[in-house]
């Protein structure tokens, strides 16, 4: 064993000196630092691996606020997930599974460390952390769990799970929350279908109304008086 590993040793270092000698030390430096970082790379992006038809990988807010919205009455659920989260890593096999066992309901990961100033508007503070949504019922749940609670999981996809009719559109996120995304640049509030700004744009609609019709009383009631005013000097 002693005698193998040596050998071995001696064959790595004659390779190396050997590249040395035809790269230079500063390209085989490089050469193998581009080679560390991308086995890294590569060995690091679990969240990728065994991704089902139903996992959906979010870019944007929009895409996020859209999605929600275009869901009907399927259960959504929305996986926060870094991926320097431990936690995340362990827990991310028995979502692609509990994903492939409920091909009806839609799994949409967001990566905080690529949406960070989203996730802040979301209140995301702790991973891996979940979120449940149906329909016009909006959001149904949302907890935190790890391998070790994946029992949490498992009751909120028994309870929520079954498929069942939702009257009217998909709520998706609160309307406090699409506020938030909009005032921090996630999102544009021109876009946003909110009921507020509905209700604010009718009773503006109602106000200059009404103050229009206020100006035309007094303009009537101002031309009245003159007549009477004019009728009386004849």
Not at 45 to 55: A, D, F, G, Y
Not at 76 to 98: E, M, R, T, W
Not at 178 to 185: E, H, T
């Amino acid at each position: 064993m002693f005698w193998g590993n040596y050998l071995l040793s001696q064959i790595r270092r004659k390779a190396q000196e050997t590249a040395a000698a035809e790269l230079g030390t500063d390209s085989l430096f490089n050469w193998f630092f581009q080679a560390e970082a991308a086995c890294v790379s590569r060995s690091m992006r679990w969240w990728e691996k065994n991704r089902k038809t139903n996992m959906v990988k979010i870019h944007s807010a929009e895409q996020l606020v859209c999605s929600l919205q275009n869901a009907g009455g399927r259960l959504v659920i929305i996986d926060f997930y870094s991926p320097g989260c431990g936690g995340c890593k362990a827990l991310h096999p028995k979502i692609c599974q509990l994903a492939e066992q409920n091909p009806n309901a839609i799994f949409l990961e967001v990566n905080c460390e690529e949406l960070k100033n989203m996730s802040h508007c979301l209140n995301i503070h702790v991973l891996p952390f979940f979120r449940f949504y149906r329909g016009a019922e909006g959001r149904l749940c949302s907890f935190s769990c790890t391998n070790a609670t994946i029992k949490k999981f498992k009751d909120a996809l028994a309870k929520h799970g079954s498929n069942r009719c939702s009257l009217g559109p998909a709520k998706g996120l609160d309307e406090s929350e699409l506020m938030k995304l909009a005032s921090a640049g996630e999102l544009s509030l021109s876009s946003l279908q909110l009921p507020s700004l509905k209700e604010e744009t009718t009773e503006d609609l109602v106000i200059m109304r009404s103050m229009e019709l206020s100006g035309l009383l007094n303009n009537a009631e101002n031309n009245r008086m003159k007549l009477e005013k004019d009728c009386a000097l004849l």
